[in-house]
């Protein structure tokens, strides 16, 4: 007997398939970080030169991307960061919760983010130094992190049932980023047990190396996480004194921020 599986929200709805080559387009010139001739980009993206280049050149006409006259390249535009920026100040969460990741920071001197769960991934909507330094990582306002390698990402776990697990495990799986990196399904769910015992979820450098995460959730009205509030440092720094510092901290922070969104403990 075959069982007919529930169709996602997007299925049997007309798309438009320009829209669809135009956007995979600029994220495709994303991937590749720098200015570069048709050709490559078109065996990048795999994609017939003449095709790509009627899209280029609209591109061009609306400013988001650019060619250098001297070497015929193209590249993207700061036209897309201004997009993101706006994007960001309006993003759900953002401007109630960025206060509390700003005294993360204040009070630790650390960097300290606000991260929010997107098709399986974390997403970095506000990310906030602390004054006078600066981490070199990865944490920046729309870069994206993998779940089972970050304390937000385990946060957001809390909320996956085991079928919902085994499908992250298909769909997604568990890349080694580090040494310390989970890659099964049976030792997310052994971290996911602690996590939730503890209150607050630890990244030992297994997303990066050398840099240490303390994170802790926010919740909405019915008790899901909808947000993690973290703070990354090296681990020269974030030894175990502090990691408990940052954790109770973060903890009062995590009930604050949950208030506001209508937790009730």
Known sequence: M??????????????????????????????INAPARLQDIAQSLRMPQ??????????????????????????L??????????????YPFQNSLSKYVKQAATAFNESASLCVEQNMQMVY???????GRMLQTLHRIGHIAPMHATGVGK???????????????????????????????????????????????????????GVRCIAVPVKNYQ??????????????RMDKQKTEEVCRFLKEISVKASKELGWET
């Open 2 to 31: 075959q069982v007919k599986t529930a169709k996602q929200p997007s299925e049997g709805i007309k798309k438009n398939q320009s829209l669809r080559k135009a956007l995979q387009i600029l994220e495709g010139m994303t991937r």
């Open 155 to 209: 946060l957001h776990l809390l909320n996956y049932s085991d079928t919902q697990l085994e499908e992250l495990e298909k769909k997604v799986g568990f890349p080694k980023y580090t040494n310390n990196t989970i890659t099964s399904l049976k030792d997310l769910k052994k971290e996911l047990e602690q996590v939730r015992k503890a209150g607050c979820a630890m990244d030992n450098e297994e997303c990066e190396v």
């Open 50 to 75: 003449s095709t790509l280049l009627r899209f280029l050149n609209t591109f061009i006409d609306f400013g988001y991307v650019g060619q250098d006259p001297d070497t015929s390249c193209y590249y």
């Open 223 to 236: 008790g899901q996480v909808v947000a993690g509030i973290s703070v990354s440092a090296p681990v020269t």
């Open 125 to 131: 909507i506000a990310t906030e130094e602390g004054p």
């Open 77 to 90: 535009t700061l036209k897309l960061v201004e997009l993101g920026s706006r994007a960001s100040r309006s």
